[in-house]
T-cell receptor, first 114, second 111 residues
Framework: ETGVTQTPRHLVMGMTNKKSLKCEQH?????MYWYKQSAKKPLELMFVYNFKEQTENNSVPSRFSPECPNSSHLFLHLHTLQPEDSALYLC?????????????FGPGTRLTVL | QQQVKQSPQSLIVQKGGISIINCAYENTAFDYFPWYQQFPGKGPALLIAIRPDVSEKKEGRFTISFNKSAKQFSLHIMDSQPGDSATYFCAAWSNDYKLSFGAGTTVTVRA
């Protein structure tokens, strides 16, 4: 295990549902990330939190809402998603600001939007 | 705009063969180049990384070759084993602390 856990591992939701993805890191890192992974495409960075403060929002639609209550936990709140949002959502953590420091990834949540 | 271009999209190699994955970039702000390995049902995990002042780095059967002038780097998997079957991503850190990934290469090693 990498020290980064994600729940749930699989999620199926309708377009009108509201759900949340949870990530927890046990590595003592101070930075956490949300990525979207779609088939045959590069990992897309969605949000970055450093010391619990959001420092990056890569033009992500407002139907995705992140929350970082402390440096060990990260949530991604989902509402009124579209079928094209179906993907693997990965959480990662690292020690900032050591550039080049390894990002440790969780196993991801496989999201299907019907 | 895809900042790191990776090829091929997939490859099949026989056990004991060599797998080669290529990546290219344009952004001169990139200054550290990791490779990640991802197995089905798992998140990516760091495999090996190189700085641009080094032309080659080897760890076991995995070697990165780096050509700074051409802005290209590649991963060689020597003596490929079935357990190496996975998706491999090249990546690049920029000096503003952003990590950009290639699209990934699915490697299948046939026994």
């Amino acid at each position: 295990e990498t020290g980064v856990t994600q729940t749930p591992r699989h999620l199926v939701m309708g377009m009108t549902n509201k759900k949340s993805l949870k990530c927890e890191q046990h590595l003592g890192h101070n930075a956490m990330y949300w990525y979207k992974q779609s088939a045959k495409k590069p990992l897309e960075l969605m949000f970055v939190y450093n010391f619990k403060e959001q420092t990056e929002n890569n033009s992500v639609p407002s139907r995705f809402s992140p929350e970082c209550p402390n440096s060990s936990h990260l949530f991604l709140h989902l509402h009124t998603l579209q079928p094209e949002d179906s993907a693997l959502y990965l959480c990662a953590s690292s020690q900032f600001p050591l550039r080049g420091n390894e990002q440790f990834f969780g196993p991801g949540t496989r999201l299907t939007v019907l | 705009q895809q900042q790191v271009k990776q090829s091929p999209q997939s490859l099949i190699v026989q056990k004991g063969g060599i797998s080669i994955i290529n990546c290219a970039y344009e952004n001169t702000a990139f200054d550290y180049f990791p490779w990640y390995q991802q197995f089905p049902g798992k998140g990516p995990a760091l495999l090996i990384a190189i700085r641009p002042d080094v032309s080659e780095k080897k760890e076991g059967r995995f070697t990165i070759s780096f050509n700074k002038s051409a802005k290209q780097f590649s991963l060689h998997i020597m003596d490929s084993q079935p357990g190496d079957s996975a998706t491999y991503f090249c990546a690049a850190w920029s000096n503003d602390y952003k990590l950009s990934f290639g699209a990934g290469t699915t490697v299948t090693v046939r026994a």
